[in-house]
């Protein structure tokens, strides 16, 4: 990621200048890109493996999974 500086609020007045079809475009403009550089991030169902595991470590699992089933009837 590339980090770029800038004075917000040189921005904020520049912004101020413009017309409000001028402001809209801008908005529309930064929408569209910020929808297309987020569609490029994908994640994998294969990334939560191991997420938690640790609440589990000290648990015996089939006796938790044999409490559940009983509180069900």
């Given at each position: 990621m590339t980090t770029i500086a800038f004075d917000r609020q040189a921005i904020f007045?520049?912004?101020d200048t413009l017309d409000y079809t001028d402001k809209l475009n801008l908005l529309s403009y930064i929408m569209k890109d910020l929808i297309k550089s987020g569609s490029?991030?994908?994640?994998?169902l294969s990334e939560l493996r191991g997420l938690g595991k640790e609440l589990w470590?000290?648990?015996d699992i089939?006796?938790?999974i044999q409490n559940?089933?009983?509180s069900w009837d």
């Open positions: 007045r520049g912004v490029k991030t994908k994640h994998h470590q000290n648990i089939d006796g938790y559940e089933r009983a």
